[in-house]
């Protein structure tokens, strides 16, 4: 079963057109879309259908890819559906599409503490195998 990830941008549009950029929101890392993403660019309401948003991870992923000066373009048409259908969403803010050192250094710290999480789990799975 594949997944229409635009059907997914249009069914969360309007919750997502809501959540607004706010100057105190944190900032965070996703490690399933290796991507940057702040407190506020996910609806508060959300609880218990997190899965309804899991089409966001690719626009995460793109702006990430933006961020570090080399875009992914796979990601490119969900970014501009998103962008056509909730213009107004945090994510979007010029402060978080515009590339910065702070940024990439805040990513690559990120991604390598990402990384030694996954090396530790997979490590604990060849254990649980041989044991």
């Not at 997502?16 to 940057?36: C, G, T, V, W």
Request: aromatic fraction near 14%; include cysteine.
């Amino acid at each position: 079963m594949s997944v229409d990830f635009f059907a997914c941008l249009e069914q969360i549009a309007g919750k997502m057109d809501q959540a607004r950029f706010s100057p105190e929101a944190k900032i965070d890392y996703n490690l399933f879309a290796d991507a940057l993403v702040w407190s506020d660019e996910y609806p508060s309401d959300i609880e218990g259908q997190r899965a309804d948003y899991d089409c966001v991870k690719l626009l995460l992923r793109y702006r990430t890819t933006l961020l570090l000066g080399n875009p992914d373009n796979t990601f490119k048409p969900y970014w501009e559906a998103g962008k056509r259908l909730f213009p107004n969403w945090a994510g979007f803010h010029v402060s978080r599409v515009t590339p910065t050192e702070e940024l990439r250094q805040q990513f690559e710290s990120f991604h390598a503490r990402g990384e030694r999480h996954i090396q530790a789990w997979e490590r604990l799975c060849q254990q649980k195998k041989g044991g």
